[in-house]
């Protein structure tokens, strides 16, 4: 693990423990040579998508933003991390 990857998770968890009843959701999109793909975790759910060989990697983080805000839409939580 990279010293900025054990920074990330660490900032994570201490952030889920500030805000332990705020409904914290997580995104990541990646590429990988050319495989595209986004997700969205939240509580006990993870939803990935594969994306087209010829998405950029930011086209990837921006629709896991949009797979987060329609947990969002969806849920009945009114405080989110």
């Known amino acids: 693990m990279t010293a900025s990857r054990m920074i990330a998770v660490t900032v994570r968890f201490e952030l889920c423990h500030e805000f ?9 999109g990646s590429k990988e ?3 595209v793909a986004a997700a969205v975790v939240h509580r006990d759910n993870t939803k990935c998508v594969r ?14 933003l949009l797979l987060a805000i329609d947990v969002v839409r969806r849920s009945k939580e009114n405080f989110f991390l």
């Open 20 to 28: 332990k009843n705020d409904y914290c959701i997580f995104t990541d």
């Open 51 to 64: 994306l087209p060989d010829t998405a950029s990697i930011f086209r990837a983080e921006l629709y896991a």
């Open 33 to 35: 040579g050319n495989r």
